[in-house]
């Protein structure tokens, strides 16, 4: 029995693409009623990683997806709103602060590994042996790492119970919901059509995936990040959902990625 995807085409995200709404957002409020320490924590975390999302095009357009316009007029638009994003997240910052935007971007981009200046050319030379297997593969990582930001957004809301944080990270929310649709819908499509992919996509995700900006961030950030939000009950619970959608990409069932990172992180 076929599996029925939904389609989130590029023309429908180009429609609805907006600069994030930052109307009746309080960020003065913050002085008054600042964010814990632990969610500060973990809002750098995320503000870098939103700023990086360029580095992961850049990767991206090294491989054959860059020939599909769907994907490539896609991956412009995801590109603006994931920086739309991390502005806003460096708003909230700067009013507790901290460094922010440019400044700190500067700094973690000056404190990468050689693997991140060669992240480019891995990517071409896997494009190149797995041609259009890899394409199947970036959709479904790009489906995983949507789904688990999506859900350590919504555990930040529950963990801090901060009126104007969970009001702008809802809204953040919402747009991410459409980079799901077309990454989900993209990958289950991709993967349904051929066991190559499925086989490729099944081994790339089991040996090598890791949550999103884990080879960017320190491992204590990512660590903290994953016993703050993920590692009491109601956040293996979201962990466990995160999971049930990816056992439903064709081939995948079974990984349990997110709730073994959860193991693995929350140790540390």
Same mark, same amino acid.
């Given at each position: 029995?076929?599996?029925?995807?939904?389609?989130?085409d590029? @023309? %429908? @995200?180009?429609?609805?693409?907006?600069?994030?709404?930052?109307?009746?957002?309080?960020?003065g409020a913050?002085?008054?009623?600042?964010?814990?320490?632990?969610?500060?924590?973990?809002?750098?975390?995320?503000?870098?990683?939103?700023?990086?999302?360029?580095?992961? @095009?850049?990767?991206?357009?090294?491989t054959?997806?860059?020939?599909?316009?769907?994907?490539?007029?896609?991956?412009?638009f $995801? #590109?603006?709103?994931?920086? $739309?994003?991390?502005?806003?997240?460096?708003?909230?910052?700067s009013?507790?602060?901290?460094?922010?935007?440019?400044?700190?971007?500067?700094?973690?981009?000056?404190?990468?590994?050689?693997?991140?200046?060669?992240?480019?050319?891995?990517?071409?030379?896997?494009?190149?042996?797995?041609?259009?297997?890899?394409?199947?593969?970036?959709?479904? $990582?790009?489906?995983? #790492?949507? $789904?688990?930001?999506?859900?350590a957004?919504g555990?930040?809301?529950?963990?801090?119970?901060?009126?104007? @944080?969970?009001?702008?990270?809802?809204?953040?929310?919402?747009?991410?919901?459409?980079?799901?649709?077309?990454?989900?819908?993209?990958?289950?499509?991709?993967?349904?059509?051929?066991?190559?992919?499925?086989?490729m %996509?099944?081994?790339?995700?089991?040996?090598?995936?890791?949550?999103?900006?884990?080879? *960017?961030?320190?491992?204590?950030e990512?660590?903290?990040?994953?016993r703050?939000?993920?590692?009491?009950?109601?956040?293996?619970? *979201?962990?466990?959902?995160?999971?049930?959608?990816?056992?439903?990409?064709?081939?995948?069932?079974?990984?349990?990625?997110?709730?073994?990172?959860?193991?693995?992180?929350?140790?540390?």
């Amino acid at each position: 029995m076929r599996t029925q995807h939904m389609k989130m085409d590029a @023309l %429908t @995200l180009r429609d609805r693409i907006a600069r994030l709404d930052l109307s009746g957002i309080d960020f003065g409020a913050f002085r008054s009623q600042p964010v814990s320490p632990a969610g500060i924590r973990v809002l750098r975390y995320i503000h870098d990683v939103e700023f990086h999302t360029v580095c992961y @095009l850049r990767d991206l357009l090294m491989t054959s997806a860059h020939k599909d316009p769907d994907i490539t007029s896609f991956l412009t638009f $995801w #590109n603006f709103e994931e920086y $739309w994003h991390g502005e806003a997240i460096a708003r909230v910052l700067s009013a507790h602060g901290e460094k922010a935007d440019t400044e700190r971007v500067s700094a973690m981009r000056a404190r990468l590994k050689v693997k991140d200046r060669i992240s480019p050319l891995l990517h071409g030379v896997g494009s190149l042996v797995a041609g259009e297997s890899w394409t199947a593969l970036h959709m479904t $990582w790009g489906a995983v #790492n949507e $789904w688990t930001t999506q859900a350590a957004y919504g555990r930040l809301i529950a963990a801090e119970h901060h009126p104007v @944080l969970g009001d702008l990270l809802h809204r953040i929310m919402r747009q991410e919901g459409r980079h799901i649709d077309f990454y989900a819908s993209e990958a289950g499509r991709r993967l349904e059509s051929s066991t190559r992919a499925q086989k490729m %996509t099944r081994l790339a995700l089991r040996k090598f995936w890791k949550p999103v900006g884990a080879g *960017v961030m320190p491992e204590p950030e990512l660590a903290h990040l994953t016993r703050y939000l993920f590692a009491d009950e109601d956040g293996r619970k *979201v962990a466990a959902r995160v999971d049930r959608h990816i056992d439903r990409l064709p081939g995948l069932s079974g990984l349990h990625l997110l709730e073994g990172s959860v193991d693995m992180y929350a140790a540390a």
